[in-house]
C-alpha cells in the first residue's frame, strides 16, 4: 500500500483527492517509467484537467511518480517486477517485459472502476512505449489515444529504417556519416536513430512501434510552425487525426515532474549572475560518460572564462558516486565561477535571466523548454532522437550549435559563440524569435491552442458524450 499523505484517501492502491472521484469525465492516462517520458505525460494531465475532466494516472512502481506533486490525480500504481532500468540491458526485451506484467493488471482494475459507476472512463491516453493500454481500452470497448513524447520530425526517420536496413545503408560506414539521406533532408546518416544498430534491433524496435494498431488519434507534444512538414507526413502515414498541442511545459499548472530531488539553491546562486552570462549543462536524466570525457567536459568549462551551471548525476560516470572524477584542480580553477550540482529545477533555471546558453543533450522536452525560454543551445546528442532534435535544432530552426567532438578547444569556442561573440549573434536573435512565435501559438487562435480545443471536442465526441 502508498503510505497516506495528508489530504488524500488511500483505496486500493489508489491515491486520490476524494472531490475527483464524483463523477465527471474520466480519462485514464498511462504514463511510462522513462523520465522523458512521465514528464509530458503529467503536463497533459494536468492541461486535460484544466478542461474539466478528471484524471488517473496509470503508472509502473518503478519510477513512481510523486503523488504529493499532483494533488489534482488519481493514481493506481501498477506492479512491473523491475527494482530500476538498465541502459545497458536489451531494451526491447524490457519493454516487452513491462507491458507484459502491467497489461491484465490495468485491465483488471478499470473493470472494477467501471462496474463501480461512480464516474464514466471514457478514453485511455497512453504514452507510445505502453502498448498494451491499446489492447486493454479494446477489451473494455473504449477509445484509445496514444501521446508522442519524441519530435513529429523523428518519426519519419525512424519509419524509414526498414528501406535502409533493406537497402545496406545501415548500420552506417564511417565513409557515409556526412552524407544526406535521400529522402530525409536535412538529415545526414549520422542524424538516423540506431544508425549503428544491428538490423535485428531495429527490427526489433520496429515490431514493437506497431504493436499499436488502431488508435483513435495521436497526440504531439510539438507546434506546428516548428515542424509542419513533418507532422503534415506523419498525417499522410498514420490517416488519422493528430493534435499538436505543445509545449505542454508552458501550459501545463503543475509541480516538478522530476524522479531527481531538485536542488533549488542554484536559483539564489544564478541571482548573483550577469545577465545571459552563465551556460547551463545538463546531459538528462540517462546518458553516461568516461572519465577522459568528464575531464574534457570541465576543462572546456573551465577555459571558457564564462560563468557554468553544470549538472552530473551521481552514477552519470560509471562507478562514481558523483563529482569524485572530475580532474585535480578543476574545482580550484573555477571557484567563484562555476556551480557543479547533482539536479537541478530545470524550467525554472532557463527562465531565469542569468542564462545565456544550454548545453543539452537535445531530448525533446528539453529542447521544448529551451526554445520557450529562447535560450540557444549546444547540441550534444546521444541516442534515439536526440541526433535528429539537434540537426533541426542547429541546421533547420537555427538556435543551436551542434558539439561536433567533446574536445576542451571544441567545447571553448561552442560556449564563446553562443554567449560572446559576433557571430554567435544571430543564433541568439534566431532564440528569441522562435520563443515569440511558441508563445503565439499558445495565445487565443494559435495552432496549439486551437488543436487543445479541437482534442478536447474529439474525445467527447469519441465517446459520446451528452
Not at 89 to 111: G, P, S
Not at 302 to 313: D, E, G, I, Y
Amino acid at each position: 500500500m502508498i503510505a497516506k499523505i495528508e489530504g488524500f484517501c488511500d483505496f486500493d492502491d489508489d491515491v486520490c483527492v476524494a472531490s475527483n472521484m464524483e463523477g465527471g469525465k474520466h480519462l485514464v492516462l498511462v504514463a511510462s517509467p522513462f523520465q522523458g517520458h512521465m514528464t509530458p505525460m503529467l503536463q497533459l494531465g494536468s492541461v486535460l484537467y484544466s478542461k474539466g475532466f478528471s484524471i488517473t494516472i496509470a503508472h509502473t512502481k518503478l519510477n513512481s511518480p510523486d503523488h504529493a506533486n499532483h494533488p489534482e490525480f488519481l493514481f493506481l500504481p501498477l506492479s512491473d517486477n523491475f527494482l530500476a532500468i538498465d541502459a545497458s540491458a536489451n531494451f526491447t526485451k524490457f519493454l516487452e517485459l513491462l507491458n507484459d506484467n502491467c497489461r491484465m493488471q490495468l485491465q483488471d482494475r478499470l473493470t472494477q472502476k467501471i462496474q463501480q459507476a461512480n464516474h464514466q472512463i471514457v478514453t485511455i491516453i497512453h504514452d507510445n512505449s505502453m502498448y498494451f493500454a491499446e489492447e486493454v481500452a479494446r477489451n473494455l470497448n473504449l477509445p484509445s489515444i496514444v501521446l508522442r513524447s519524441c519530435s513529429a520530425s523523428y518519426m519519419p526517420a525512424f519509419l524509414a529504417l526498414p528501406k535502409l536496413h533493406a537497402d545496406g545503408l545501415l548500420p552506417v560506414q564511417d565513409s557515409m556519416l556526412q552524407k544526406l539521406v535521400q529522402e530525409l533532408y536535412p538529415l545526414r546518416y549520422k542524424d538516423l536513430p540506431f544508425n549503428n544498430t544491428c538490423t535485428e534491433i531495429s527490427k526489433e524496435m520496429l515490431a514493437l512501434s506497431e504493436r499499436i494498431r488502431t488508435p483513435s488519434a495521436i497526440i504531439w507534444n510539438t507546434m506546428d510552425f516548428l515542424e509542419n512538414s513533418a507532422l503534415t507526413k506523419l498525417q499522410q502515414h498514420y490517416q488519422i487525426p493528430i493534435f499538436a498541442i505543445g509545449p505542454l511545459n508552458e501550459t501545463a499548472r503543475c509541480q516538478s515532474t522530476s524522479f531527481l530531488k531538485e536542488d533549488t539553491n542554484c536559483i539564489t546562486w544564478l541571482d548573483k549572475q550577469a545577465p545571459r552570462s552563465v551556460i547551463y549543462v545538463s546531459l538528462g536524466s540517462l546518458a553516461t560518460m568516461d572519465e577522459n570525457e568528464l575531464a574534457e567536459t570541465a576543462w572546456g568549462l573551465a577555459n571558457s572564462k564564462q560563468p557554468f551551471l553544470w549538472v552530473v548525476r551521481p552514477g552519470s560516470v560509471k562507478g562514481s558516486e558523483w563529482i569524485e572524477f572530475l580532474p585535480y584542480g578543476f574545482i580550484e580553477e573555477t571557484r567563484g565561477r562555476g556551480l557543479v550540482l547533482k539536479w537541478a529545477p530545470q524550467k525554472q533555471v532557463l527562465a531565469h535571466t542569468a542564462v545565456g546558453g544550454f548545453w543539452s543533450h537535445c531530448g525533446w522536452n528539453s529542447t521544448l523548454e529551451s526554445i520557450s525560454q529562447g535560450v540557444p543551445m549546444i547540441c550534444q546528442p546521444f541516442f534515439g532522437d536526440q541526433y535528429v532534435n539537434s540537426r533541426y535544432l542547429s541546421y533547420v530552426w537555427r538556435v543551436g550549435l551542434e558539439l561536433e567532438c567533446l574536445e576542451r578547444r571544441v567545447i571553448v569556442t561552442a560556449i564563446r559563440r553562443l554567449l560572446v561573440d559576433e557571430e554567435g549573434e544571430e543564433t541568439r536573435k534566431q532564440a528569441n524569435n522562435m520563443k515569440e512565435k511558441a508563445k503565439y501559438c499558445l495565445c487565443k487562435g494559435g495552432s496549439s491552442f486551437n488543436s487543445l480545443n479541437n482534442l478536447v471536442e474529439f474525445i467527447l465526441a469519441d465517446c459520446n458524450w451528452s
